[in-house]
């Protein structure tokens, strides 16, 4: 994006707004982090840590005004899965791995960042996106469920599985914690309509308020909360483990990106700011290589985060920083009440961060455009059939076979000259257009590449026999920025087809350099003076010299 930034606002009212906001999130954040931490499978300082960092790290090395880098749910859950896969279900294990994991993916990020790739969100569609998005928020909701009941937490992300496991066990649930885990959903639900009351806060003040009458009712508490544990540096994956842990941290990496662009874009389009994704991957490689090194969990630019810091009236980073130090201060005076936040609370908390993900009409534009439904859908069935790091590899690749198909599918369109205009148009589309006498103008409608190339071009022979009167035949090749060996050959073989029926060959619209390309290849069948034609026009008008009257309407 090229868009100026707009005027600096007022220093002192845009510091007390930055202030107020980073005030008011800190609420939300704090507990949202404790709760991903056990989306994670990790100990709830994880969490804490890995928000601090993210909040410190973008604060002062980002650009976006309003991005608020912190654990996200879809980073926790892609974690848990990576580390039961290494690590199995056993605690301190599974902690280790995590580490090594986070570290792994900053240093992804870092080289990603020096390589300059930061159009590397574009390789998740949007559908894929949205798709996965909606299925993930569904296995977290479902694995939250054991803790909003006081039951057995479940494993893995199968979602057949995970439902057989909840309705053998459902008939234990405490009736203490489902009735606190059902009370903090409502109350959450019913905080969206009243503007600006933090839900969290208030469902984490009355949790604790009643965290003595639920413990001697069986249910559990969030536990301690060890912030200076005995540090360690991240073990190194054994050697058959390296190449599974860099898979991974790549599948963060995609993830974790995917969302913050999306996050980061969305805002700066909103208030006219300017974006700069290899800094962004940079800074977001530091923020998770340093909550790796302290034991903490992946961060990025969450969209439920930063939309909120937006809503809180932030205009700087500065939000950000305040957050972060009201999010010290929290922990430092009231460590001994966040231990005691309930863990139905904390479930209730989750569920209702991800329930936004569920709303159905994101993909009603797919719907209305008739476009990319299949991709989309296939996103969530992925996710729900196969887990979350294979449904999010699966969801990819099927949008890029779906790419692939749509590009190999050979479509030809035939064109002719509107009526008493220079433009020329498929007359599949346009019934009042005319094809000048003795003259095929063909338009392939994708890039010719390998797996496209012969089969377009055998279509083209098609609609050369079915021409009688073709003496001389115009392909425009606007669509086609590039050609690779297949296509050049393919298109060699054509020109030539056509030089054995005494039938010349004129290139239209080529791009400068594809034009350059022909000319170095050279092909005995396409001289220099075929391609000298910068429009559809042009070769028409040279090889025609009947006036426009003796053009004759598509047999």
Not at 38 to 56: E, K, R, S, T, Y
Not at 318 to 333: C, E, F, Q, R, S
Request: net charge neutral; proline share 7%.
């Amino acid at each position: 994006m090229n868009a100026a930034p707009p005027a600096a606002p007022a220093t002192g009212g845009a510091h007390g707004a930055d202030v107020l906001a980073g005030l008011s999130i800190a609420g939300l954040l704090l507990p949202e982090a404790v709760a991903y931490s056990g989306i994670a499978g990790l100990p709830p300082q994880a969490g804490v840590i890995a928000l601090f960092v993210g909040l410190v790290c973008y604060g002062l090395l980002g650009r976006s005004r309003h991005a608020i880098v912190s654990a996200t749910s879809s980073s926790a859950a892609v974690l848990a899965a990576g580390t039961l896969a290494l690590a199995g279900p056993e605690g301190a294990a599974r902690a280790a791995v995590a580490a090594t994991l986070v570290l792994l993916t900053g240093g992804c990020f870092l080289v990603a960042g020096v390589a300059r790739l930061g159009g590397l969100s574009h390789l998740i569609a949007r559908p894929v996106l949205r798709g996965f998005t909606f299925g993930l928020a569904c296995v977290i909701a479902l694995k939250q469920l054991p803790n909003l009941g006081g039951l057995p937490g479940l494993h893995g992300d199968f979602v057949p599985l995970l439902l057989v496991d909840l309705l053998r066990s459902a008939g234990g649930a405490n009736p203490a914690a489902l009735g606190a885990g059902a009370v903090a959903l409502l109350l959450l639900f019913l905080s969206e309509r009243v503007r600006r009351l933090p839900g969290s806060l208030l469902v984490i003040v009355l949790g604790v308020a009643a965290s003595g009458w639920l413990a001697r009712h069986g249910v559990a508490l969030t536990g301690a909360i060890d912030l200076v544990p005995a540090w360690t540096l991240p073990a190194w994956p054994r050697p058959d483990q390296w190449l599974p842990s860099v898979e991974l941290a790549a599948a963060v990496l995609l993830v974790l990106y995917a969302e913050s662009y999306g996050s980061i874009r969305a805002f700066a389009l909103k208030h006219g700011d300017p974006v700069q994704p290899n800094r962004d991957l940079l800074v977001l490689g530091v923020a998770n290589a340093l909550s790796g090194l302290l034991h903490g969990m992946p961060v990025g630019a969450g969209y439920s985060g930063t939309s909120a810091n937006d809503a809180a009236g932030a205009r700087s980073r500065l939000a950000g920083l305040v957050a972060a130090a009201t999010v010290l201060l929290l922990v430092l005076l009231l460590l001994h009440w966040i231990e005691r936040i309930p863990e139905p609370v904390l479930a209730a908390i989750v569920i209702h961060a991800v329930s936004k993900s569920w709303r159905l009409s994101v993909f009603k534009p797919y719907l209305q455009w008739r476009r990319d439904r299949l991709v989309a859908l296939a996103a969530v069935i992925a996710v729900l059939a196969l887990g979350i790091l294979d449904g999010l590899l699966a969801a990819i690749a099927f949008s890029l076979v779906m790419l692939i198909r749509q590009l190999a599918t050979p479509r030809l369109s035939e064109l002719g000259r509107l009526p008493g205009s220079h433009d020329f148009v498929a007359l599949a589309e346009h019934p009042d257009a005319r094809s000048p006498v003795g003259l095929l103008i063909l338009r392939p409608e994708e890039p010719l590449f390998f797996a496209n190339a012969e089969s377009v071009l055998a279509l083209a022979r098609q609609r050369v026999e079915r021409r009688a009167d073709c003496r001389i035949v115009v392909l425009s090749l606007e669509e086609s920025p590039d050609l690779d060996g297949t296509a050049l050959e393919a298109l060699a073989d054509f020109a030539a087809w056509l030089g054995g029926r005494n039938t010349p060959l004129r290139v239209a619209r080529l791009k400068d350099g594809v034009r350059g390309l022909l000319l170095r290849a050279a092909l005995p069948q396409l001289p220099p003076q075929a391609l000298d034609y910068w429009s559809v026009e042009d070769a028409a008008g040279a090889a025609v010299s009947a006036p426009p009257s003796m053009e004759t309407p598509q047999q």
